[in-house]
Every structure is written in structure tokens, then in C-alpha cells.
């Protein structure tokens, strides 16, 4: 019997898009279901019933929730084309970076976009640190994963659809700032896997615009 994938997911959510973009790395056939997020469905609430968020992954039945686990699941059941590398000290290696995406860079990004002055300017700084640091990992490698997309790279490059609005609203110019990074994200754009994953980075703005309204940060 073939297997049932069902993807719980918000378009331009970075960690929906981690999963979406392993998946079309593997060539895995899913069925996308975008959420209401501020009317979750009962599905969702069943299937994620400890944080109530998107991503999961519902594999013949079974849930799997949190971006980076879906993406070493769906790496471990659908194991060519690997994301992870087979070297114990590379993949411990590769899940630091991933966490360090999720700890430290998505809350730099998010502060950049929620504040104004002076926390606006500390959030940017902090973001182009942890760029800094990511491009040190980068190194003269290709891709995070060698000369091939790998867990990093995935963690990653979901927040390139973000960086329009970060940029906007923070007024700095990234390939100015980290000239690697954006050479990196070309080359990640390249792979259809990616280039057709990933939104528009205007209509990410466009949400940006809204979650800045409903917060009342304008
Ligand atoms: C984060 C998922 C998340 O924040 C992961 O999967 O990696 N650590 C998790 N999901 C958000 C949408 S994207 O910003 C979400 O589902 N929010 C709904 C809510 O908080 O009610």
C-alpha cells in the first residue's frame, strides 16, 4: 500500500518550508493542508495536542511535529539523496547549527520586524552576527551539506523568503552585510527543490505587514 503523507503546515511559515523542501529533495508525494492558524482544525489540534503549531507530518497516520525532527524523519524513512551526514561528529555538528538557526537567528530576524529603534538596531546587529557566525560554518563549502543541500542548508533557507521583509523593515541591505550569505542563498535557489518551495518574498511581506497591524507594532 502506498504511503499516506498529509503535511499540517502555513505557507510561508520557514519551518513548514523545511519540510516541503525535504520532501521535494526526496521526490516524496504528500498531500499539503494549509491551516488557519487562528482557527486551528481539529486535526491539527489532535495531532499536535503539546504546542497546537504547524508543521506535522502525518504519515500513515502517525504524527510528527517540530520542523527539524520532521525533517531527520522524513531523512531516516526516505534515506537516498541523505540530508544528515553519516559521520557521528558531522551530524552532531550539523543539528548544532540547525538549533542554533532555531535558538538564536529566527528570534534576531523576528525582532528586527517587531521593533522600531533602538531594540530594532540591537536586533539587526545580532542578526548579521549570527549570519557571520553561519558563514564561518559555510566556509569555501558550496552548500552547508558539502557539495550537495544537507540539514543545514534545509534549516536554513527558508528564512531567504524572510530576509525581503527583514531588510525592509530593518533598512539594511544583507548582501551588503554578508556578501557569502546571499551567494549561498543563489546557489540553494538554483535547485528546483528550493526555487519552487519557497513564496514570493513580497506576499511574505505582505503577511509581515498584516502581523505588524494585529500586533499593533506599525
Ligand atoms: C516552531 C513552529 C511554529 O512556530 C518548529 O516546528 O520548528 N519549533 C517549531 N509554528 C507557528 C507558525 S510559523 O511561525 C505556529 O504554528 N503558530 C501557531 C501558534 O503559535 O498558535
Known amino acids: ?37 487562528r482557527e486551528k482544525s481539529p486535526l491539527l489540534l489532535k495531532s499536535n495536542p503539546v504546542h497546537k503549531k504547524i508543521p506535522v507530518l502525518i504519515h500513515n497516520g502517525k504524527p510528527v511535529c517540530e520542523s527539524l525532527i520532521i525533517v531527520q524523519y522524513i531523512d531516516e524513512v526516505w534515506n537516498d539523496k541523505p540530508l544528515l551526514p553519516k559521520d557521528p561528529y ?9 538549533d542554533f538557526v532555531d535558538k538564536k ?3 534576531c530576524g523576528t525582532r528586527i520586524w517587531k521593533n522600531k529603534g533602538e531594540a530594532q538596531e540591537q536586533a539587526k546587529k545580532e542578526f548579521i552576527d549570527c549570519l557571520k557566525l553561519l558563514e564561518g560554518e559555510l566556509a569555501e563549502k558550496s552548500y552547508f551539506g558539502g557539495d550537495t543541500l544537507g540539514y543545514v542548508d534545509v534549516a536554513l533557507i527558508p528564512f531567504a ?7 525592509t523593515e530593518g533598512k539594511f541591505s544583507i548582501e551588503e552585510e554578508c ?15 528550493v526555487s519552487k518551495t519557497l513564496p514570493e518574498p513580497q506576499k511574505v511581506y505582505e503577511v509581515v505587514c498584516f502581523l505588524k497591524k494585529m500586533y499593533g507594532t506599525e
Not at 30 to 35: A, H, K, T
Not at 161 to 167: K, L, M, T
Not at 179 to 193: F, H, I, Q, Y
Open 1 to 37: 500500500m502506498a504511503d499516506e503523507v498529509i503535511l499540517l503546515d502555513f505557507w510561508p511559515s520557514p519551518f513548514g518550508l523545511r519540510a516541503r523542501i525535504a520532501m521535494a529533495e526526496k521526490g516524496v508525494k504528500y498531500e499539503y493542508r494549509d491551516e488557519n492558524l
Open 90 to 98: 558531522e551530524r552532531a555538528k550539523a543539528r548544532f547549527w540547525a
Open 105 to 107: 537567528m529566527y528570534d
Open 161 to 167: 523568503c524572510w530576509f525581503y521583509s527583514y531588510e
Open 179 to 193: 556578501p557569502k550569505t546571499m551567494a549561498w542563498v543563489k546557489r540553494c535557489m538554483e535547485k528546483e527543490s
